[in-house]
């Protein structure tokens, strides 16, 4: 398939941080390598770059994360690292603020690439009045936001599946050129809810794109007791509809897949099944102690998929990315990440007067 | 005015709600050429089409769900369960889902959908076609629960649960559909969700019901005043957000309460309602708050026999108001 270069006011922000924050421009020591690299799927050396900033991005705010949680700071984690390749290259197909997302509790790279800022993850964790995913009222994890068509996440896995096939039917019926694009694990991927959105949004061949980020594992269960097939996407054929699966940890292998589900289903021709087979680099949560369920060699192991790594060298190898550009990138970040837990460490708790806010749309009625 | 039966003042309500606002669509099973098992969406696939009115496979968890996300990108969603006795595998998606969108993003995102389901016994549907399943859902603010027991009211809160912004239960008692008829104005009314009814006036017990027992309950209370006990009946009609107000002042002035509801009466709706009333209504009472209710087995049993044990009559309600008026 043609691939069509995207125009600059098309690609997602390359910076994911903070307007107030300079976070630079890749300039034009990159080279012209990437007519190699990338250009058969439109993306030029700034956009390999603001992929990569991306991908660092998110994990320098996830570790920031464990390193207040450890230290007492916050009270609970739950982790991107090691989905971050995946979630950046396939979210990075999607128009932000006009397309929609669902995400699920790992879904940080995803949400930075969709429009959340460093800042609004950090409020999440520390749970204070304006942080935008819930004003504080959901676990950490549970990101959302409405002005960039971020759904709510909740807690029950896999419900978010139904929102997304929603959004895609009333993408559809309305006639707004929109994708629905939705996030959950393998695990999950066995509740009931997945099959019937899958049968719905193929019978109707909506605007719909289903990611399973297969990292192996459902806390502490194995894939092998989760499915009894190697590849969740397999099951796509059982809706008749495409499964395609993806070596997480290849950055530009996960926007293909995602930018030919993208267009298949804004072409009407119905949804796609992606799963990205990507590493978890932590435990569960700042809860779980994965040594008890997982080998040392088994995690040495997993380092090696790991997509941050792998995509730095493979743009330095053709000469997009050099030792100076990843450093000062790096302290670029550094910046982003520092200004945003200062930033949410200095925010308000929420008032307990609007604890009772919400409910309902006009509030709490009379004597309700 | 026309007299209508209950379930053509839902089908008007649905398609002139449909006529006034593109946004709504209708989705459930059966609903589009059939027009639903009951035909209270006959004729609108018709008239709408297939965009808005959607044949969906028996999915109920996706009914709702994608109702939700709909709800979300736009439109004003009308979902069918076709028996709310199936409601049961979408219950995660109303409560853990619907229920909480608007609290847990803080009012960014809201539901407003609506969600019809047939309900009810005393028509041979026996465990599995004959429940009332109001009282898991009253029980979960961030819903509405709206149970109508006239055409008129049928359809002015139908149009209002459509029109409200927050997720509604609609429950319609299926024994209603076409045995209750009822004068509806032809012209543009709704009636608002949240306030109860007085709909028999009387001074000495009062008799709080919904649904089928809101018309059993005026039967008794007729009989009732052959014996010269004269009972005022209130008609709760949304049980959530519930009228206190109507509610605590029939109570104070009779200062007798008896509560009638077709589920199982432990842990039932009319639980709560008495609840209420003890505890802001206490010092004007002048008898125990009493319960008529469906027995606590799992489901109504279908032999005639065992089915009539079950459901509550006008003469169990004639005789609580009896003993209620004796103390
Ligand atoms: C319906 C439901 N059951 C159980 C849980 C508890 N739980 C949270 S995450 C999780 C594992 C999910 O595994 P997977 O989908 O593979 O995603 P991963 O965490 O590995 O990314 C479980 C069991 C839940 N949140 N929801």
Same mark, same amino acid.
């Given at each position: ?368 | ?62 009914? !709702? *769900? ?7 990108? @736009? $439109? ?7 028996? &709310? /006795? ?114 028999? !006036? *009387?001074?000495?017990?009062?008799v709080v019901a919904? @649904? $089928? ?7 008794? &209370? /007729? ?34 309460c008896l509560v009638v509801y ?6 039932g709706y009319g639980a709560e309602i008495a609840?209420?009333v ?11 708050v009493t319960r008529v209710a ?34």
């Open positions: 398939m043609a691939a069509t270069p995207r125009t600059r006011e098309e690609q997602p922000p390359v910076d994911g941080g903070d307007p107030s924050v300079n976070v630079g421009k890749p300039g034009a020591e990159h080279g012209k390598s990437a007519a190699r690299l990338g250009a058969d799927l439109g993306l030029d050396d700034d956009a390999l770059v603001g992929m990569y900033r991306m991908v660092a991005l998110a994990r320098a705010i996830d570790e920031r994360m464990w390193i207040l949680n450890r230290s007492g700071r916050i009270p609970f984690v739950i982790s991107g690292q090691g989905h971050e390749g995946a979630q950046v290259g396939i979210t990075w197909a999607l128009r932000r603020a006009h397309d929609w997302i669902a995400p699920f509790y790992r879904s940080i790279a995803t949400c930075l690439t969709f429009g959340m800022t460093a800042r609004d993850m950090m409020t999440a964790q520390y749970a204070t009045a304006n942080d935008p995913s819930s004003g504080g009222r959901q676990m950490p994890g549970h990101y959302g936001h409405p002005s960039h068509n971020i759904v709510s996440v909740s807690s029950p896995v896999a419900t978010q599946i139904l929102h997304a096939v929603g959004i895609a039917l009333a993408a559809r019926i309305r006639g707004t050129d929109q994708v629905a694009m939705t996030f959950m694990g393998e695990g999950s991927s066995n509740q009931g809810d997945v099959h019937e959105g899958l049968n719905f949004a193929a019978i109707h061949h909506l605007p719909f794109v289903l990611v399973v980020e297969n990292n192996g594992y459902a806390i502490s269960v194995p894939a092998t007791k989760e499915l009894a097939l190697p590849d969740v996407a397999a099951r796509a054929s059982g809706y008749g509809i495409p499964g395609v699966v993806v070596d997480g940890a290849d950055v530009l292998a996960c926007y293909r897949a995602s930018k030919i589900a993208v267009e298949r289903a804004r072409r009407g021709e119905g949804p796609t099944l992606i799963e990205a087979k990507v590493t978890r680099l932590t435990g569960h949560s700042s809860d779980d102690q994965q040594t008890k369920y997982r080998a040392a060699e088994e995690l040495t192991a997993e380092r090696a998929r790991d997509a941050l790594p792998h995509f730095r060298e493979q743009l330095r190898a053709v000469g997009i990315l050099d030792d100076a550009t990843v450093a000062r990138i790096d302290a670029e970040n550094r910046v982003i990440v520092d200004d945003a837990t200062t930033y949410a460490e200095a925010q308000p708790d929420p008032d307990p007067a609007t604890a009772l806010d919400h409910v309902y749309a006009e509030g709490v009625e009379g004597t309700f | 005015m026309p007299v209508k039966t209950f379930i053509e003042a839902i089908r008007e309500g649905l398609a002139e709600e449909m006529r006034r606002d593109p946004t709504t669509i209708v989705l459930g099973e059966d609903v589009g050429l059939k027009g639903g098992v009951f035909l209270a969406t006959d004729g609108l696939h018709g008239e709408f089409g297939d965009d808005r009115v959607i044949d969906t496979p028996l999915t109920e968890s996706m009914i !709702v *769900g994608a109702s939700i996300g709909a709800a979300v990108n @736009g $439109l004003r969603p009308i979902a069918e369960i076709q028996f &709310a /006795d199936f409601i049961f595998p979408a219950f995660n998606q109303i409560l853990s889902e619907a229920a909480r969108m608007r609290y847990r993003s803080n009012n960014a995102l809201g539901v407003p959908m609506t969600i019809r389901a047939p309900y009810g016994g005393g028509v041979h549907g026996a465990l599995y076609h004959s429940q009332s399943v109001e009282a898991f859902f009253t029980h979960i603010p961030g819903l509405k629960v709206v149970i109508p027991s006239t055409p008129y009211d049928a359809k002015g809160l139908l149009r209002s649960s459509i029109r409200n912004d927050d997720p509604v239960l609609f429950f319609e008692h299926k024994k209603m559909y076409r045995s209750v008829r009822g004068e509806v104005p032809d012209g543009e009314y709704t009636v608002p969700l949240g306030r109860a009814q007085v709909t028999r !006036v *009387g001074s000495r017990v009062t919904y @649904g $089928l027992m809101a018309h059993y309950a005026l039967e008794a &209370a /007729d009989r009732a005043a052959e014996d010269g006990i004269s009972v005022e009946v209130v008609d709760v009609r949304t049980l959530r957000p519930l009228d206190r107000e109507t509610l605590l002042s029939s109570v104070r002035k009779t200062g007798k077709e589920d199982n009466k432990f842990g609840a209420i003890a505890e802001e209504a206490f010092e004007f009472l002048d008898g125990p469906g027995p606590d087995v799992p489901g109504v049993p279908y032999n005639h026999v065992l089915e009539d044990w079950f459901m509550v009559n006008p003469d169990k309600i004639l005789a609580a108001i009896r003993t209620l008026a004796a103390y």
